[in-house]
């Protein structure tokens, strides 16, 4: 029987991304079924004014970029490259659709940083994947 070899820190990274995009997954889909009340949430708890920019349909696309992105990290998890090339997409997307449907405004320095260092940690273990 042949055992399948994952670099610890390749396992390390997979698992943080398990977490927060499931984390991520869930406030999407939350935040699309409770719309009315997600845009009470934002509007009492953040820099926000109004929800108008924003519907339930803008939170339906991150959930489902949320999906993408862990699909991608399953593959990593069982050593596929496809899954590397899924989850790059999956991030890259999640960080500029805000931009492209809301407006410059919405960028996340903070989320740009995570992306690129989990998009080069998983490029540091590549040479695991197949």
């Known amino acids: 029987m042949n055992k399948i070899y994952r670099h610890d820190f390749l396992s390390a990274l997979c698992i943080l991304t398990f977490i ?13 079924l409770f719309f009315e009340r997600t845009s009470i949430i934002i509007v009492e708890y953040s820099a926000w004014h109004s929800t ?13 970029l949320s999906v993408f992105s862990l699909i991608g990290t399953v593959l990593m998890w069982k050593l596929c490259l496809n899954g590397f090339y899924i989850y790059t997409a999956a991030q890259v997307l999640l960080l500029f659709f805000p931009v492209f449907w809301i407006g410059n405004h919405a960028f996340s320095v903070m989320n740009l940083i995570f992306t690129i260092i989990f998009i080069c940690s ?6 695991y994947l197949k």
Do not use: P, R
């Not at 927060?20 to 699309?32: C, D, E, H, P, Q």
């Open 20 to 32: 927060g995009s499931s984390f991520k997954f869930v406030l999407y889909l939350l935040a699309s």
């Open 122 to 127: 998983y490029a540091l273990n590549i040479k």
């Open 52 to 64: 108008d920019a924003v519907n339930s349909f803008y939170f339906t696309i991150l959930m489902s």
